[in-house]
């Protein structure tokens, strides 16, 4: 990191960290996939100033890997886009890093774009507007001795980027996590686990085929010890009084509001393992 390269005017900011961690741990990856051994990669950031309460940050990842063609760079950010054959067996990847993170990115009002020459290099530029934010001070947490390492959570969501955030949010906590696509699946993984397998289930509310209320339900209802205790958590865009009432009367624990945050997300979990004890 070329921390030196850049200016940073304030210390605070008001935004979603986990989005812009995954952000740059894909641009980075991706330009560590595609550079050879002995290559350069460099990555630096900039503070513009925009008005009083607002900054735009800019980040860059500069390397001297194998480059683009001028048609690729635009289906760069396309769903499984990748340049050719050749570069697949020697540099293998998905396909999925850069149209997740131009995801993130639109998520969070900014703009991401690619510059790059085949058998020079290539640039990334993210800029992303933040809200200024005060010093906060770090008040201690009854849930802060509480501890989600080596823990296994099962976590039904439908749609792949959402799955893809709380993954790695959960997983960067220490916690292993089994996915589920579905309602009924999520069913059938916790009627196939063994007793106390899972600590935690995270339940998307609006899935195909069995919806996270209904998926609640038959498990609560399933005749073995863990299906009455298990924390089940809410996760749902629609976050109004209605919406938490009725995933209680599911049976959920608790009740996350979509995009999620990962500082409650984790102290949700300890919550809930807290009050186990």
């Known amino acids: 990191m070329d921390w030196y390269e850049g200016q940073l005017?304030?210390?605070?900011?008001?935004?979603?960290?986990?989005?812009?961690?995954?952000?740059?741990?894909i641009v980075v990856q991706n330009a560590v996939k595609f550079t050879p051994e002995n290559g350069e990669i460099h990555v630096w950031m900039n503070e513009k100033y925009l008005d009083d309460s607002t900054s735009l940050l800019?980040?860059?990842?500069?390397?001297?890997?194998?480059?683009m063609n001028q048609d690729f760079i635009k289906h760069a950010f396309d769903l499984f886009a990748q340049e050719n054959s050749s570069s697949r067996s020697t540099y293998q990847g998905t396909g999925l890093g850069l149209p997740i993170a131009k995801k993130l990115v639109d998520y969070m009002h900014?703009?991401?774009?690619?510059?790059s020459e085949k058998g020079v290099g290539t640039t990334v530029f993210i800029q992303?507007?933040?809200?200024?934010?005060?010093?906060?001070?770090?008040?201690?947490?009854?849930?802060?001795?509480?501890?989600?390492?080596?823990?296994?959570?099962?976590?039904?969501e439908d749609n792949d980027l959402n799955m893809e955030i709380v993954k790695y949010m959960l997983e960067r906590?220490?916690?292993q996590v089994v996915?589920?696509?579905?309602?009924?699946?999520?069913?059938?993984?916790?009627?196939?686990?063994?007793?106390n397998e899972f600590d935690f289930i995270l339940m998307d509310i609006m899935m195909p085929k069995l919806n996270g209320l209904d998926a609640t339900r038959k498990?609560?209802?399933?005749?073995?010890?863990?299906?009455?205790?298990?924390?089940?958590?809410?996760m749902s865009a629609n976050a109004f009084v209605e919406d938490m009432l009725n995933s209680k009367v599911a049976g959920m624990n608790m009740h996350l509001a979509k995009p999620l945050d990962e500082a409650k997300l984790i102290d949700a979990l300890k919550q809930c393992k807290k009050d186990e004890e």
Request: proline letters at 4%.
């Open 110 to 115: 900014g703009e991401i774009h690619l510059e």
């Open 179 to 195: 996915c589920a696509k579905d309602g009924q699946e999520v069913v059938s993984l916790f009627e196939q686990s063994q007793i």
């Open 9 to 25: 005017s304030h210390s605070c900011f008001r935004g979603y960290p986990i989005y812009l961690s995954r952000i740059l741990m």
């Open 219 to 234: 498990i609560r209802s399933l005749k073995r010890a863990d299906a009455k205790t298990i924390p089940i958590i809410a």
């Open 128 to 156: 992303i507007p933040f809200k200024l934010g005060k010093q906060i001070e770090n008040k201690p947490k009854f849930t802060e001795s509480v501890s989600l390492e080596g823990l296994r959570a099962l976590v039904a």
């Open 58 to 67: 800019e980040f860059r990842c500069k390397d001297n890997g194998i480059g």
């Open 173 to 175: 906590n220490g916690i």
